[in-house]
């Protein structure tokens, strides 16, 4: 079964300019998460869908960042413009969702430079 | 507010011995804990979970201990071995609550198994 996939692995772009990444979660999953990891801390939500309801964006900065996930399946995270405190891993995970203790699976990230 | 704290950033262990990663948390509605190991340039990959209803639970070397009182739990990876050196992150959630399936992260540790 595949994992999570995520794309593009690496990107560099100048500040103010756009950036979107793109993940596929696992099969079934109705859970998709969000997340940034800066260097030397753990990784920290941004984002959460259950399905295709965003239940808790909370800590998304949202005059920059947006997020949407069509049909409860695919899901992009956007930013524009990009800050160079943006420079950052960003992580998409998913789970199956629902009230039973089930582990979040991760992909392999994008790995964000904002020169 | 750090919920989840790994207050060792890093921790050195002789190979065939014991590793004993640790975590405290603050949150007493955490109902589900986690521990994902990184290896450099790839995503979190999930090593073991324990729910609020048990004390232990153990996978091949690997143990997770959960005092609830204490607000504490420790990973303890016997023997270890230089494939294990990674960060190790701690993770909780309130499955039964209504953060749902929010996963929140300690810092990490990172781990190095010596020959």
């Known amino acids: 079964e595949a994992g999570v996939v995520q794309s593009p692995r690496y990107k560099i772009i100048e500040k103010k300019q756009p950036v979107a990444f793109w993940c596929n979660p696992i099969?079934?999953?109705?859970?998709l998460y969000w997340y940034r990891q800066n260097l030397g801390q753990g990784p920290e939500l941004l984002i959460r869908?259950?399905?295709?309801?965003?239940?808790?964006d909370s800590q998304l900065p949202k005059d920059r960042f947006s997020a949407e996930r069509l049909k409860g399946v695919d899901s992009t995270l956007k930013i524009q413009p990009a800050e160079l405190g943006d420079s950052a891993v960003y992580l998409c995970?998913?789970?199956?969702?629902?009230?039973?203790?089930?582990?979040?699976?991760f992909g392999q990230g994008t790995r964000l430079t904002v020169v | 507010d750090q919920q989840v704290k790994q207050n060792s950033p890093s921790l050195s262990v002789q190979e065939g011995r014991i590793s004993i990663l640790n975590c405290d948390y603050t949150?007493?509605?955490?109902?589900?804990f986690l521990w994902y190991k990184k290896y450099p340039a790839e995503g979190p990959t999930f090593l073991i979970s324990?729910?609020?209803?048990?004390d232990k639970n153990e996978d091949g070397r690997f143990t997770v201990f959960l005092n609830k009182s204490a607000k504490h739990l420790s990973l303890h990876i016997v023997p270890s071995q230089p494939g294990d050196s990674a960060v190790y992150f701690c993770?909780?959630?309130?499955?039964?609550?209504?953060?749902?399936?929010?996963?929140?992260f300690g810092q990490g540790t990172e781990l190095s198994v010596k020959p």
């Open positions: 995970a998913s789970r199956e969702g629902g009230a039973g203790y089930t582990e979040a699976f």
């Open positions: 099969s079934g999953h109705n859970t």
């Open positions: 869908y259950e399905n295709e309801e965003a239940v808790d």
């Open positions: 949150n007493s509605m955490f109902d589900y």
């Open positions: 324990i729910s609020s209803i048990k």
């Open positions: 993770a909780a959630s309130a499955l039964q609550y209504n953060q749902g399936g929010k996963l929140i």
